[in-house]
């Protein structure tokens, strides 16, 4: 992540950063540099670490939606199978599907939308004299 900071030319600070200078600890790798590259490095070094955390939080959610969905989809899966059986049961017994799936779908209309969608089917059938 780029803070304000980081838009500082490091050639354009002058001497060591107040922070690391007096009793710092020598960092594997760092010594010689500047105080203000140390801090530099510091800071680069504390947001990476943030942005893999924040990374793997992110990636842990994602798996749970990812796991969720797929269990939801399991579950409908399982109940499209049930469905299936329920309507194989009831030919079985001489019923018909078809109007079984028809009676289900007016059922889950509202009233006054089922009686609107009646009345407009009873008035196809007087104009086609059925």
Do not use: C, H, N
């Not at 690391?20 to 010689?32: I, T």
């Not at 793997?56 to 796991?67: L, P, T, Y």
């Not at 009676?103 to 086609?128: G, H, Q």
């Amino acid at each position: 992540m780029v803070g304000q900071l980081d838009l500082v030319d490091p050639a354009l600070v002058s001497g060591p950063g107040p922070a690391l200078d007096a009793g710092a600890p020598e960092l594997p790798g760092l010594a010689g540099l500047p105080g203000a590259d140390l801090q530099r490095l510091a800071r680069e070094q504390r947001d990476g670490d943030l942005v893999r955390r924040l990374e793997s939080a992110a990636a842990g959610e994602i798996r749970q939606f990812v796991a969720q969905w797929e269990t939801l989809e399991a579950e409908r899966r399982d109940l499209a199978r049930q469905q299936a059986e329920v309507m194989a049961e009831a030919k079985a017994r001489g019923y018909s599907t078809r109007a079984l799936r028809e009676v289900i779908r007016l059922r889950r209309m509202r009233p006054e939308e089922r009686a609107e969608f009646e009345a407009v089917v009873e008035m196809y059938r007087a104009a086609l004299d059925l």
